[in-house]
């Protein structure tokens, strides 16, 4: 995929000796040179990267950063011609991603750009992970959302936790008392029933037709397990 990349500048030389190395490096590049178009465009559309000039006309580099800040997370790149102005801005924390003094060389600019992309592209990965999928069950391990078919099914935190250890640990099988211990610690004095009612409950919750379940089975006389095969 083609990364879209938003250049605010005013010197339009720069902007468009930029926009053609970036071109010819497979990036696509939308210049605005004035603060206030920017930042709209900014705002509006959406780049996997903004090269911000400080001097603007219109609104500054400094206030247009701030208000992209607070309405996206994007990777910004502030560029000034003056290095005592990167330094301020620097200083001011504004959460740019990278700065840099023009004039630059532009394969030093690209190098930048990619090193920033796959910084910013390591959360998405992460945020992936955090996701479990068997067939149309989705678990996201960190905000404990369940769906199936992209339907939202409401857990209580027992039957959440019952779910995750079976999911984590596909094909084996658990008896009551190593649930018990697992997810319920010690913290409870259940018997194996306990077990049995919160299964019950999660099934049918998650199993579209509980006599013919889809993800945990029954091991008679042993306990229950889960599995992703088909
Ligand atoms: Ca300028």
Same mark, same amino acid.
């Given at each position: 995929?083609?990364?879209?990349?938003?250049?605010?500048?005013?010197?339009?030389?720069? *902007?468009?000796?930029? +926009?053609?190395?970036?071109?010819?490096? %497979?990036? @696509? $590049?939308? !210049?605005?040179?004035?603060?206030?178009?920017?930042?709209?465009?900014?705002?509006?559309?959406?780049?996997?990267?903004?090269?911000?000039?400080?001097?603007?006309?219109?609104?500054?580099?400094?206030?247009?950063?701030?208000?992209?800040?607070?309405?996206?997370?994007?990777?910004?790149?502030?560029?000034?011609?003056?290095?005592?102005?990167?330094?301020?801005?620097?200083?001011?924390?504004?959460?740019?991603?990278?700065?840099?003094?023009?004039?630059?060389?532009?394969?030093?600019?690209?190098?930048?750009?990619?090193?920033?992309?796959?910084?910013?592209?390591?959360?998405? *990965?992460?945020?992936? +992970?955090?996701?479990?999928?068997?067939? %149309?069950? @989705? $678990?996201? !391990?960190v905000n404990r959302s369940v769906t199936l078919g992209g339907k939202e099914v409401r857990l209580t935190a027992k039957e959440f936790d019952l779910l995750q250890l079976?999911?984590?640990?596909?094909?084996?099988?658990?008896?009551?008392?190593?649930?018990?211990?697992?997810?319920?610690?010690?913290?409870?004095?259940?018997?194996?029933?306990?077990?049995?009612?919160?299964?019950?409950?999660?099934?049918?919750?998650?199993?579209?037709?509980?006599?013919?379940?889809?993800?945990?089975?029954?091991?008679?006389?042993?306990?229950?397990?889960?599995?992703?095969?088909?």
């Open positions: 995929m083609m990364n879209k990349i938003l250049i605010i500048e005013d010197e339009e030389a720069i *902007a468009e000796l930029e +926009k053609d190395y970036l071109e010819i490096s %497979d990036f @696509e $590049v939308t !210049i605005e040179n004035d603060g206030e178009k920017g930042l709209k465009t900014a705002l509006s559309e959406e780049f996997d990267l903004i090269i911000l000039d400080l001097m603007l006309p219109g609104i500054d580099g400094y206030e247009i950063c701030k208000q992209i800040r607070n309405q996206k997370n994007i990777p910004i790149i502030m560029v000034s011609a003056k290095k005592d102005d990167i330094d301020k801005i620097r200083g001011l924390g504004l959460g740019a991603d990278d700065y840099m003094t023009k004039p630059f060389n532009i394969l030093e600019v690209k190098a930048r750009i990619k090193t920033i992309l796959r910084r910013a592209s390591q959360p998405v *990965a992460a945020e992936k +992970k955090k996701i479990i999928r068997v067939r %149309d069950l @989705e $678990v996201n !391990i079976f999911i984590n640990n596909r094909g084996k099988v658990f008896s009551r008392e190593a649930m018990l211990e697992t997810v319920w610690k010690y913290d409870y004095m259940g018997d194996a029933r306990t077990v049995d009612v919160h299964i019950r409950r999660l099934r049918e919750k998650i199993e579209r037709n509980t006599s013919q379940p889809e993800f945990i089975f029954t091991k008679w006389g042993v306990g229950y397990y889960f599995t992703d095969k088909d």
